[in-house]
């Protein structure tokens, strides 16, 4: 199955007082939280879109000057709406995929196993519309994968006016894959929101940062 991801990068970081996304993964390093989310989504597939409101960050720009063919980039207008509208807006072609993951750009200890097993669950349960991760037992619609098929969900949901993007998850047939039961370490599917979270990042996380 070919494969694109989205990586949403639009979010205006209120929370957090600067843009989460141009934070460093490694204090006085040289790679930001961006930088490894869209590395992640390159290592399981062919091209990635990134999703970014209608002023580029310096995160943005810093992943425009790598010049790499796979990436591409979408100006969401309607990014004070909500995921929803961005995801629909800029869902891949089925020329292009047919499997497409959807990844929050905030994930600072992503690894790229949890999307492939997202990925490999997909492709093993042929009566899914999606694969989603489970953190603390609550659904992660913004990690994991679906079947090309669910973008006309994702549109016809953001034309009704809907804002909710669970309404989506409610219209699919889904799978989920709970981290805690795959064993996986808390930070490769922990976002960071506030400074709190970041602080807590660089406390917690020296065995990640010091792979890379």
Known sequence: MRCAALVLAGGASRRMGVDKL????????DRTILDHVVDCALAVSE???IVHAPERTAAIMRIANRCDERIRFH???LWYNGPLFAIANAWPTSD???VVHVVAGDLPGLNAEVLMSCETTLRTETDVDAVLVTREWRLQPWLGCYRQIVGQIF???ATSGERRLMKVVESCSVARISAES???????????????DYERWQSDGREFRAKT
């Open 155 to 157: 549109r016809a949901v």
């Open 182 to 196: 795959a064993g996986w370490p808390l930070w490769w599917t922990e976002p960071v929101h506030t400074k709190e």
């Open 75 to 77: 100006s969401d207008d």
């Open 47 to 49: 091209s990635v879109v």
């Open 96 to 98: 292009e995929a047919e």
């Open 22 to 29: 141009s934070l460093q993964v490694r204090r006085g390093g």
